[in-house]
């Protein structure tokens, strides 16, 4: 079987329409009973489950014979994520990235997807709802946002990086003391708590770099690819390849190979001098 890449402006063109009519209109007007939570500290929306369906209905009429999985039919059946491994086209979609902020009112939060096949990212789009704008990949044909081809700038000195680190992931004990001793070596260190905006703003050069310890596909595999085709790197601190079915391993994430590895090092050793 043959891919046939869909056009990538008419998959944002859906992003876009779908967080028009469903996404957008809830933003700062949840009722109470329309947030749920999943589990302790994790929450999903009318809006989150809305979206996710009309991405489900929609994606499939544009590759027929494809599969979606989706962040809350995840939730609903673990078991679809079996589907990365078969020989079907698979859209991975996240209707909200940064649900927490969406639901607090923060501007910080966005719709993604990617489409993979036999395992392998292929193309993914970011699309943040408020500003209407969407950055989208291709593998080995570049990224863009808006029309302008997205290009990692060059990165500046470790010292004057700023970044972020998923500390919740860490064991308790170890988080003071990552995040005393990173912070003490870089500029700053922030939470967006949205990992597409992450992504984003690495690949604009907006900041530097992230770690991820507690991986989920659509969480990290769109942008994964819009850093690489931007000229990033994102790669396992533990030297394994990357992979989208990827659960708990560190993602880093930089603007080069240097700044990599370099980070990398000071990671696993933060109290090397």
């Not at 876009?16 to 939570?37: D, K, N, S, Y």
Request: aromatic share 6%.
């Amino acid at each position: 079987m043959t891919l046939h890449l869909p056009d990538p402006q008419t998959i944002a063109d859906i992003l876009r329409q779908t967080g028009e009519a469903i996404v957008l209109p809830r933003f700062r007007a949840l009722a109470a009973h329309e947030v749920i939570e999943k589990k302790p500290g994790d929450v999903v929306t009318v809006a989150d489950i809305e979206a996710e369906a009309a991405l489900e209905r929609a994606l499939p009429l544009i590759l027929p014979g494809s599969i979606v999985i989706g962040e809350e039919a995840h939730h609903r059946d673990p078991s679809i994520l079996a589907h990365l491994d078969g020989e079907e086209a698979v859209w991975i979609v996240d209707p909200i990235d940064g649900t927490a902020n969406f639901t607090e009112g923060s501007q910080v939060f966005c719709m993604m997807l990617v489409l993979s096949y036999r395992g392998e990212a292929v193309m993914s789009w970011i699309h943040d709802p408020l500003s209407g704008t969407t950055a989208m990949a291709e593998k080995g044909a570049g990224a863009e946002r808006a029309g302008t081809r997205l290009k990692v700038p060059d990165a500046p000195p470790i010292r004057d990086m700023v970044g972020q680190i998923n500390l919740g992931f860490y064991p308790k004990e170890e988080r003071g003391r990552i995040r005393a001793q990173i912070s003490s070596r870089i500029k700053a260190l922030q939470a967006l708590r949205c990992a597409g905006h992450d992504f984003l703003g690495m690949a604009e050069g907006k900041h530097h770099f992230s770690v991820y310890r507690r991986l989920w596909t659509w969480d990290h595999a769109p942008g994964v690819l819009i850093l690489r085709e931007a000229g990033g790197v994102a790669e396992r601190m533990d030297g394994q390849d990357y992979r989208l079915a990827d659960r708990v391993e560190g993602l880093l994430s930089a603007p080069d190979p240097d700044s990599w590895a370099h980070l990398k090092e000071m990671f696993l050793a933060p109290t090397a001098a």
